[in-house]
């Protein structure tokens, strides 16, 4: 007889269970597992002056920096702290101080043999963050006295020693205590400012698990660890597909440029201080690589679409600027530097905060902005304003000089209508003729915004798009001064002027070069490779042109996505504030000096540091090198002679290569490739 299974009420098959199952999802509704909380550790970093400092203004307020710690009978019993020095000592904080003790036994009203000693001590804290009311605290554990400073541990009565432990150490323990309250209070309110409407709930729940992490003692300073429990929220579904409208890309330009205010605001705030010239050099670093990569954002609609360019940046440029930064502002008045540490700790949250990865929501607004803008500058209301004028204080911080010369044309328009009778046809260019590979302008659009006819071929209107936002120029002509165009005129290619014009170019180009090459740093072969570079700059980038003339109209050259003008293709988005824009765009000789001057500066500052096989760069390749970074930055250096290493150059640098060359070989009929004849 077959055996059956048993039946009844807590047997089911799987099928069963698996119906069960079903139906209990369907009635309860399943959703995916929450995401697991993560502690973030937000470091609050003190320095050593700060911490003695705020150690004197607490525990040391008598004559001298000094602290009566006890006082008994008339003096019977009385210890005198003064001068303390803060530092480290392995993993815990030595506070070291004069001291002065008398301790006596009261009998019936008087001291009876009173013992004095005079000397040092040195005391050995453990520091912590103390929970509830935020104060950094001290634990004393171990002590020494010395008769001298530094010399051999002293040998003193045992009454002395009693009297110390019972009443230096709990002096200590109990007197001296850093609030960190208000960074906190700034930490708290900050951190909502980067994150959207949506998300305030959970963000107010991060905040209200606030609470002290490990405290270290570091050869920099004292640091402190707040910790909160963050959830982020689920993994990202698949994209959808990209659709940049305008006023995306608008919302997406103004959030930057504000974000580029920021910038030099922080830049700025190292004005005052005597920076070496590393500490220059990062912060020109900082902010051209933020800004060439912001061009090349914009040029891509695909990463664009799909990356928080500004919250990446931040946090980049703060993992730059922080050790600058800390280094001179925390040495700074003790007020000022309690301000600071809010900013700084608000900084390392954001950055704390981003390691979470995308999930988490970040989005720097304008308002998180100027609230970090207030406690760098103290102001109620930082200027956080993007103006193309020229800042001084900028150009001295990094190390850039006097401003250029601005003597000329710098005329606020987009196009100039020439006097009657006095301007003259362009030349032909020959047929399969060369375009300037990096500089075309075309004619006026019918549209309202300029270039936006012939970018508006670009697959889904990008550049069109792109143009829109970034030139916002009334398209009204307007005549120039008689001043103002005798000093333009000379500068426009005719068939008829084409030699002549010509030599004007190449002589001016030269005379700038010979300038800035002339002040010793260069030797000869150096110089006239400059010479050769400044002119196949010139040529790769405009092929010598300042100005065209289409229709009658003057005009300045523009590249492609509206970012850099004139003879030598300025960015006027990477030097903002360095230049003056006007000139640049109708300043021939202008935009000539300010090309150079860059040109100059990656030579100088990077090309001539670097060496290839153990010996410095041959003046060739130096200048290759160098054109590299003038079209993308100081971070092109390396990327150059990995291509060279690899013997594959890419694109520009066989054009430019083409130009080094002609230029050197003064074979100066190839410019009828883009000149015409």
Same mark, same amino acid.
């Given at each position: 007889?077959?055996?059956?299974?048993?039946?009844?009420?807590?047997?089911?098959?799987?099928?069963?269970?698996?119906?069960?199952?079903?139906?209990?999802?369907?009635?309860?509704?399943?959703?995916?597992?929450?995401?697991?909380?993560?502690?973030?550790?937000?470091?609050?970093?003190?320095?050593?002056?700060?911490?003695?400092?705020?150690?004197?203004?607490?525990?040391?307020?008598?004559?001298?920096?000094?602290?009566?710690?006890?006082?008994?009978?008339?003096?019977?019993?009385?210890?005198?702290?003064?001068?303390?020095?803060?530092?480290?000592?392995?993993?815990?904080?030595?506070?070291?101080?004069?001291?002065?003790?008398?301790?006596?036994?009261?009998?019936?009203?008087?001291?009876?043999?009173?013992?004095?000693?005079?000397?040092?001590?040195?005391?050995?804290?453990?520091?912590?963050?103390?929970?509830?009311?935020?104060?950094?605290?001290?634990?004393?554990?171990?002590?020494?006295?010395?008769?001298?400073?530094?010399?051999?541990?002293?040998?003193?009565?045992?009454?002395?020693?009693?009297?110390?432990?019972?009443?230096?150490?709990?002096?200590?323990?109990?007197?001296?205590?850093?609030?960190?309250?208000?960074?906190?209070?700034?930490?708290?309110?900050?951190?909502?400012?980067?994150?959207?409407?949506?998300?305030?709930?959970?963000?107010?729940?991060?905040?209200?698990?606030?609470?002290?992490?490990?405290?270290?003692?570091?050869?920099?300073?004292?640091?402190?660890?707040?910790?909160?429990?963050?959830?982020?929220?689920?993994?990202? =579904? +698949?994209?959808?597909? !990209?659709? &940049? %409208?305008?006023?995306? *890309?608008? /919302?997406?330009?103004?959030?930057?440029?504000?974000? #580029?205010?920021?910038?030099?605001?922080?830049?700025?705030?190292?004005?005052?201080?005597?920076?070496?010239?590393?500490?220059?050099?990062?912060?020109?670093?900082?902010?051209?690589?933020?800004?060439?990569?912001?061009?090349?954002?914009?040029?891509?609609?695909?990463?664009?679409?799909?990356?928080?360019?500004?919250?990446?940046?931040?946090?980049?440029?703060?993992?730059?600027?922080?050790?600058?930064?800390?280094?001179?502002?925390?040495?700074?008045?003790?007020?000022?530097?309690?301000?600071?540490?809010?900013?700084?700790?608000?900084?390392?949250?954001?950055?704390?905060?981003?390691?979470? =990865? +995308?999930?988490?929501? !970040?989005? &720097? %607004?304008?308002?998180? *902005?100027? /609230?970090?803008?207030?406690?760098?500058?103290?102001? #109620?209301?930082?200027?956080?304003?993007?103006?193309?004028?020229?800042?001084?204080?900028?150009?001295?911080?990094?190390?850039?000089?006097?401003?250029?010369?601005?003597?000329?044309?710098?005329?606020?328009?987009?196009?100039?209508?020439?006097?009657?009778?006095?301007?003259?046809?362009?030349?032909?260019?020959?047929?399969?003729?060369?375009?300037?590979?990096?500089?075309?302008?075309?004619?006026?659009?019918?549209?309202?915004?300029?270039?936006?006819?012939?970018?508006?071929?670009?697959?889904?209107?990008?550049?069109?798009?792109?143009?829109?936002?970034?030139?916002?120029?009334?398209?009204?002509?307007?005549?120039?001064?008689?001043?103002?165009?005798?000093?333009?005129?000379?500068?426009?290619?005719?068939?008829?002027?084409?030699?002549?014009?010509?030599?004007?170019?190449?002589?001016?180009?030269?005379?700038?070069?010979?300038?800035?090459?002339?002040?010793?740093?260069?030797?000869?072969?150096?110089?006239?490779?400059?010479?050769?570079?400044?002119?196949?700059?010139?040529?790769?980038?405009?092929?010598?042109?300042?100005?065209?003339?289409?229709?009658?109209?003057?005009?300045?050259?523009?590249?492609?996505?509206?970012?850099?003008?004139?003879?030598?293709?300025?960015?006027?988005?990477?030097?903002?504030?360095?230049?003056?824009?006007?000139?640049?765009?109708?300043?021939?000789?202008?935009?000539?000096?300010?090309?150079?001057?860059?040109?100059?500066?990656?030579?100088?500052?990077?090309?001539?540091?670097?060496?290839?096989?153990?010996?410095?760069?041959?003046?060739?390749?130096?200048?290759?090198?160098?054109?590299?970074?003038?079209?993308?930055?100081?971070?092109?250096?390396?990327?150059?002679?990995?291509?060279?290493?690899?013997?594959?150059?890419?694109?520009?640098?066989?054009?430019?290569?083409?130009?080094?060359?002609?230029?050197?070989?003064?074979?100066?009929?190839?410019?009828?490739?883009?000149?015409?004849?």
């Amino acid at each position: 007889m077959k055996a059956t299974r048993p039946r009844g009420p807590f047997f089911v098959t799987w099928r069963g269970a698996l119906l069960v199952l079903s139906l209990a999802l369907l009635l309860t509704g399943w959703s995916a597992p929450a995401a697991q909380a993560e502690s973030v550790r937000v470091p609050v970093s003190l320095d050593y002056p700060l911490v003695r400092s705020l150690m004197v203004q607490r525990a040391f307020e008598g004559p001298g920096e000094s602290a009566v710690v006890v006082d008994e009978l008339d003096g019977c019993t009385r210890i005198v702290l003064s001068q303390p020095q803060v530092t480290p000592v392995m993993d815990r904080l030595s506070v070291a101080c004069r001291i002065k003790v008398r301790a006596g036994a009261p009998v019936m009203g008087k001291c009876v043999k009173p013992v004095e000693w005079e000397g040092y001590i040195q005391l050995f804290e453990r520091p912590y963050l103390e929970q509830g009311t935020w104060l950094l605290r001290l634990n004393t554990e171990d002590s020494k006295l010395y008769d001298r400073e530094q010399g051999p541990p002293a040998k003193v009565a045992q009454i002395i020693w009693d009297v110390i432990k019972t009443h230096v150490h709990a002096y200590l323990d109990n007197k001296v205590g850093v609030n960190l309250a208000p960074p906190v209070k700034d930490l708290k309110e900050f951190v909502p400012l980067i994150f959207p409407a949506q998300d305030q709930p959970r963000v107010a729940a991060w905040l209200g698990s606030l609470r002290p992490g490990q405290t270290r003692v570091t050869p920099a300073g004292l640091q402190a660890e707040l910790i909160m429990q963050v959830e982020p929220g689920p993994p990202a =579904g +698949p994209e959808a597909p !990209l659709h &940049i %409208s305008q006023a995306d *890309l608008e /919302r997406f330009i103004s959030a930057w440029q504000q974000w #580029d205010a920021f910038l030099v605001l922080q830049i700025n705030a190292m004005a005052r201080f005597s920076l070496t010239a590393g500490e220059r050099r990062v912060l020109l670093e900082t902010l051209l690589d933020t800004r060439y990569r912001f061009v090349r954002e914009l040029n891509d609609p695909e990463t664009l679409g799909r990356k928080d360019v500004v919250r990446e940046q931040f946090v980049a440029a703060w993992n730059r600027l922080a050790p600058v930064m800390r280094r001179h502002l925390e040495k700074e008045t003790e007020g000022a530097r309690l301000s600071y540490l809010a900013f700084f700790t608000a900084s390392d949250a954001l950055a704390a905060l981003d390691k979470l =990865g +995308p999930t988490l929501g !970040l989005d &720097i %607004s304008r308002n998180g *902005l100027i /609230r970090l803008a207030r406690l760098l500058t103290a102001k #109620d209301k930082p200027d956080l304003g993007y103006s193309y004028a020229v800042d001084s204080s900028l150009r001295r911080t990094l190390g850039l000089g006097p401003a250029l010369d601005e003597s000329g044309p710098a005329l606020n328009a987009e196009e100039l209508d020439a006097p009657p009778g006095d301007i003259e046809p362009e030349p032909a260019a020959p047929s399969g003729a060369e375009a300037p590979p990096a500089a075309t302008s075309p004619a006026k659009p019918s549209g309202p915004y300029p270039w936006s006819s012939r970018l508006s071929q670009a697959p889904g209107q990008w550049l069109a798009v792109l143009a829109n936002w970034l030139v916002v120029p009334a398209w009204a002509s307007v005549e120039p001064r008689p001043e103002d165009w005798a000093q333009i005129k000379p500068w426009l290619l005719s068939g008829n002027n084409r030699d002549v014009y010509l030599e004007r170019i190449k002589e001016a180009l030269r005379l700038a070069a010979h300038k800035l090459a002339g002040n010793g740093q260069l030797d000869a072969a150096q110089r006239q490779a400059f010479e050769n570079l400044v002119k196949a700059s010139a040529w790769q980038e405009s092929c010598f042109r300042q100005f065209i003339s289409p229709g009658g109209k003057i005009t300045f050259i523009r590249s492609s996505n509206n970012t850099s003008v004139g003879m030598m293709q300025v960015n006027e988005r990477v030097w903002r504030g360095l230049y003056n824009t006007s000139s640049l765009r109708w300043n021939a000789l202008y935009n000539i000096k300010a090309g150079t001057d860059i040109l100059h500066l990656y030579l100088t500052r990077y090309g001539l540091d670097r060496q290839v096989a153990g010996r410095p760069m041959a003046p060739d390749l130096l200048a290759q090198a160098v054109y590299a970074m003038y079209n993308g930055g100081p971070g092109q250096l390396d990327n150059f002679l990995k291509r060279q290493a690899r013997k594959s150059p890419s694109l520009h640098d066989r054009l430019f290569y083409d130009k080094y060359e002609w230029v050197r070989t003064e074979q100066w009929d190839k410019l009828q490739r883009c000149l015409g004849d």
